[in-house]
């Protein structure tokens, strides 16, 4: 740095500016040895390396990225839950599932419990476990008729809507089917506020929902004259 | 004897002429540190380093047994507890040094902070001294999830819930980080590499810049109020110190440092003879969902924060917040690289320091016994207290009964048991009249549910009844202002409470 001006190295004169302690010497004929064929040869050998870097890269950014770009749909399958005789009408069970996508080392984990409420006849509605705010696993109180969150105090009504505390909307759903008297769902990711074939459900699922409820109001909550 | 000795040398000759590190090594431990910085203060960095190279050693022995797999992980780490020969005592030490090391680095952090330390010419030091912080942060993280139990598992959905909130590449980060569809053996698998290869690489190169910088560099010397750092002056004066004052790093400083590592290891050491490992909790099987899941002792700030923030502001405080923290931690030094170093000449810095450390003492406080938490099992697990019962009429201990029944007590108190999420119900009737109460129980609001759609008209009407009864040490029953008046106008000679409480 300091060789054009300090061809000896010899200690620098009182400077104001900070100065990095310098032991380079000037070698004699750098500037030619810095266009000689071997520094050429050493240019291209960077470049070389610099291609096959490349070539390299691109594989394992590919195994890297890999699950990022796979699409939503390619995890998800149909999974039966039983029949539909297993669930009571007017009640909210809790039902597990084995994950459609899994491997052996998946151990439990690959289970997944869901919530699954009866309407009447063939009108479900079955929720993920996870809260919408953090996912935690929301527990139904049958005697409340409410969903509760253990983590930070979200609420869900009995229909899985949103009743208080901090998630930002209802429960998340599952698409399902009923089958020759067996309880389908669409299944196989876990719910998040980026999962966007959760997010659409609930609009779907809307009208079908409320005339079921408005169907069903005298029966589950069987007022008594005041 | 002399020959033995004659021995030694010649072996030590043969490698050093090999390796040639004698020299290096005697330049780098008797470099000249100015005297004022052999100091009790200046041992933080040291003992954080010592307190890396025990989870390095432990983490590798604890790697003999633990089985890295979603599915047999937990019953690994059952295996280490109870049936390996002291692997329980491992576990402990490698735990409790990672909470260890969480706040020996804080409180390094702190102490180059307010000493000034991060000023010319140490501005990089500072920096990646901020990414060995996230680093240590990772570790933490990583590790509470590879004790795979219940918390872990949960706590993993907590952190792919956060990320899915990301603006448009939330799926795929979400994807990214659980290695698939759901959080199970490939997730366990990427947080294992993090944790043990990926972080550990990055934190010794990390580690070796830092401690190269501070040989390099010298020791930052002992601020003095007045003394202002220049980057026009600096390094003269600083040289002139080390070369005039300076003592030799080994031994006149290194032994304080030697000192408070080795106390730092024995306070480990008694951490994990005396409480033990930490878990694992439950099974991580998502299928039990009886579990209220806790981040560790270093992340319950998080927790609480989490828990408190409105919701709507929750997805931009969680990406705004971290970068803005991060974002000033780093550009410090490029900001303020000279001026005063010394605390007493710095008020805002000793503000920002004792700020932060309330504020996350705090939050950590409350992360301990969570109050936003609804308890779970406190209605059936909870009693009534008696003193509310007694010369209540049929009608009033129906509604205990429904206040139990309907979950009540998992947000809110009754003499002292109960969630805390809602006020406690203890004088309830003192703050709020029955025609309030009764909105409230149908419609709810304010953080609590409606009831409406669960409690019929009878169990309404003995619920508030016995609600009406709770009013703490006897106090006056809260009372409708414009009621009073309304009525005072009609009758304006009967000023009585129109609904009094059927209380003794």
Known sequence: ?226 | MSRLKQNAIGIYAWFERRLGLTGPITEAAAHPTPPTSASWWYVFGSAATVLFILQIVTGILLALVYTPSAGEAWSSLQFLNHDITLGWFLRAIHGWGSDFMVAIVLIHMAQVFLFGAYKYPRELTWILGVFLLLFTLGMAFTGQVLRFDQDAYWGLGIGASIVSRFPWIGGPLVHMMLGGPIIAGQTFSRFFALHVFIIPGMLLAFVALHVWMVLHLGVNEWPMPGRIVSKATYDREYHELTSKVGVPFVPDAAWKDAVFAAAIILAVIACALFFGPFGPSGQPDPTIIQTAPKPDFFFLWIYAVLAYLPPELETPFLFIAPTIVIGAMLLLPLVAGEGEKHWSRRPVAVLMVSVIAVALGVFTHLGTFTPWSPIMDAWSGAPTPVACLKGRSPLERQGALVLQNKQCRNCHALGGAGGMRGPALDSIAARMTEDQMIRQVLQGGGNMPAYGNALSPAETRALVAFLMTLRGNNLTPAVDGSHILSQSEAAPSSGQIPSSPSTQ
């Open chain 1, 1 to 226: 740095m300091t060789d054009p001006i300090n061809p000896a190295g010899l200690p620098p004169p009182k400077n104001p500016e900070p100065q990095v302690p310098s032991t380079s010497t000037a070698i004699p004929g750098l500037k030619a040895a810095q266009h000689s064929r071997r520094a050429f040869l050493f240019k291209l050998s960077l470049l070389l390396n610099s291609a096959v870097g490349v070539v390299l890269a691109v594989p394992i950014l590919g195994y890297l990225f890999g699950p990022a770009f796979r699409r939503d749909a390619t995890y998800k399958h149909w999974v039966s839950l039983g029949p539909i005789s297993n669930f009571p009408e007017g009640q909210t069970r809790l039902v597990d599932f084995r994950n459609p996508v899994t491997t052996d080392a998946d151990g439990a984990t690959a289970n997944v419990p869901c919530w699954v409420r009866h309407i009447a006849g063939n009108q479900f509605q079955v929720f993920a476990i996870n809260c919408a705010h953090l996912g935690c696993p929301v527990r139904w109180f049958p005697q409340s008729n409410l969903f509760m969150c253990p983590c930070h105090g979200g609420v869900y009504y009995a229909d899985g809507s949103r009743a208080s505390g901090p998630p930002e909307r209802g429960l998340f759903e599952y698409r399902y089917t009923v089958t020759n008297g067996t309880l389908l769902i669409f299944a196989g990711q876990m719910p998040t506020l980026s999962n966007r074939a959760c997010l659409e459900k609930p609009l779907i699922q809307i009208a079908p929902d409320s005339s079921a409820q408005a169907q069903q109001i005298p029966p589950t909550s069987p007022r008594t004259v005041a």
